[in-house]
Every structure is written in C-alpha cells, then in structure tokens.
C-alpha cells in the first residue's frame, strides 16, 4: 500500500509540474467553479488565482493606472468582431478553431504550436499600444517564460519583472528583457521603456510565436509581478504606435529557474575558471564536482566524515584492548 501511496503521490506530482504552462485553451469557469473551453471576448483576470498559478491578469494604461483586463483571442476572423490581436499569413490558414472566413486575421504561422486561443489586450481590434499586460503573483518566483506572436514590421516589446505587485511608473524593475523585429526598417526606437537596446530575433516575423524567459538568481528577491508593454512603432516609423495589438500565450508563470550563486568566499579547484560567488558559473556542488573542480563548501564534509572514521577505528580498538586485558 505505500509503494502505490508513493507513486501516486509522484504522479500527482508530475501532473502538476505539467499544468504550470497556461495556454488558454481552457479557463476555470468563476460562476460554475469549472474548467471550460473559452469564447473570444471573455475577460480574464483572477481565473488562475488558484494552485499552481495563484496569479492576476490586469491591464495598465500608459500612465500606470488600471485600465480593465486582458481578453481571450481565438484564432482566425470570428464575426461580428473580425479580428483582435494581428494579421497573420494567410497562406498557413488552419481549420480546426472555428473561423468563420478565409481571411488572415489572428492567424498564427505554421507549426507555431498556439492552439486555438491566447490571451490579447482589453479592447477589440488592433488600435490599443498604449495598453501594457500586468500580471501580479500571489507566490513570488524566480522566473517565468511564455511567447508572444506576431512581432513584425517596426514592433517592439518590453518584459520587465518586479519584487513588488505594486507598479508604478517610478518603479525599478529586478529584469527587464526587450525584442524587436528581425523585419526592424529604422524605424524602431533605439531604447525601449526601461533603456534596453533592441534585441532581434530569428524567431519573430508574420505570425510567428517568440518565445522568451525573464528571471532572476536572487532568492532574497523573487519576482512578484510582470509588465509586457509595446514599445516599438508604426510601419511608416511614427511613435506612439496606434495600430498594433497583443498575443501572448504559452506562460509558465514558474519556469525553470536559474542556478544560484554559492554564498560565502568560493574557491575553485583545478582550472580555477569560477569566480567568488558563483563557483565556475554554476550552483554550488553540481557542474562544479562534476566537472572535477570543486567551490570548496564540501571539504567540511569530507573532514567530518574523516573524524566519524578515525573515532569509530578508535573506539573498536579500545573494545577490543579491554578484552584482551580481561582474558
């Protein structure tokens, strides 16, 4: 009975760590406490408040101020609201989310792996850039990764992470990642929102999914909440952009986390490649030891289990003395 006690406890588990990425494909249904299939247009905002996520989608205006909450996006032209996010290339067309027309609005490219649904901004059709996505955790993490679609033409995205679910325009982020467009004319900014240089990507262009990770290594500062704002411009170079609308998808609000630097002086062994605080660019006792270069926190162990060794040998001596002096 314990040994299927265990196992069903380890496959609850990996089940689990399987559910952490939201794809909104499905969404808990807050009337009828259900996971149902989505419609194009319902709100989103503390659906995921529960385990494993326990986050918040809200949306801020340029100001910083709340302005509403994302949407659910389905792929292709639904009627009577045509499109929400972005055109996409019509020559990847799909058939299987619902479209009621033939025509490239909110199509993602081929083998984007998307699904049917994403999540968009809090207004319909493609005029919202002064619009940013605020996602607020319950439970901070140390990272977080998801994709956005369609960074093409001058568009530009900033991702910036915080120790703290209160934003504003004067608070500093602990990360900040920026994406421009590999299709980038000149006419995107030079610095994005928080002073990041553009970083292109092969993986942007006409409907297809970017995908990216923000994080931190510090423990003492996990991330509390998250802002994506556009920060690019129109196809003919003019800012602020007023013709471009978000689709994010595929977020794992806890990605994979980053290694943590070992704490204390760090002395690396053999090749002596690490530095203090960081043992050879990776977490203590693991690459480090496995690589034959050592961050020097074991040698406490391996004195301890020499004096276990010694005293042990010591003790069985004696016995074995006293005995001889009784016989």
Not at 272 to 295: F, I, K, L, P
Request: glycine share 10%; hydrophobic share 40%.
């Amino acid at each position: 009975m314990r040994y299927l006690l265990f196992f069903a406890i380890v496959s609850w588990i990996g089940v689990a760590h399987a559910q952490q990425v939201i794809d909104f494909e499905t969404i808990q249904d807050s009337t009828t406490n259900t996971i149902v299939t989505p419609q194009e247009g319902d709100p989103v905002w503390d659906q995921y408040f529960i385990d494993p996520w326990n986050i918040v989608f809200t949306m801020k205006d340029s100001n910083f101020n709340f302005d509403g909450y994302p949407q659910i996006a389905q792929v292709g032209p639904q009627l009577p609201t045509p499109f929400f996010a972005f055109d996409g290339p019509v020559t990847t067309y799909p058939t299987n989310c619902g479209q009621t027309n033939g025509d490239e609005e909110d199509i993602p490219a081929a083998n984007e792996s998307v699904g049917c649904y994403f999540l968009t901004d809090g207004a319909s059709g493609v005029t919202t850039a002064n619009q940013m996505l605020f996602i607020q955790y319950g439970v901070g993490v140390q990272a977080a990764s998801a994709a956005i679609l369609d960074i093409d033409g001058n568009e530009a995205w900033t991702v910036a992470a915080f120790d703290t679910t209160f934003v504003t325009a004067l608070t500093v982020p602990i990360a900040t990642y920026r994406v421009c467009s590999s299709l980038n004319n000149g006419g995107i900014p030079a610095t994005g929102l928080y002073g990041d240089p553009c970083t292109t990507s092969s993986d942007t262009g006409d409907g297809i999914a970017h995908e990216f990770t923000i994080g931190t290594s510090n423990p003492n500062t996990p991330i509390r909440s998250i802002l994506i704002a556009f920060d690019g411009a129109n196809v003919n170079g003019t800012v602020p952009a007023t013709n471009v609308g978000l689709a994010f998808d595929n977020f794992s609000p806890d990605a994979p986390q980053p290694p943590l630097p070992c704490t204390g002086t760090v002395t690396c062994t053999n090749n002596n490649t690490g530095a203090a605080g960081n043992c050879c660019g990776c977490a203590c006792n693991s690459c480090c030891s496995n690589s034959g270069q050592s961050d020097g926190s074991d040698s406490w162990f391996l004195k301890f289990a020499v004096m276990v060794l010694l005293s042990f040998v010591f003790i069985m001596t004696l016995v074995v003395l006293t005995r001889t002096n009784r016989g």
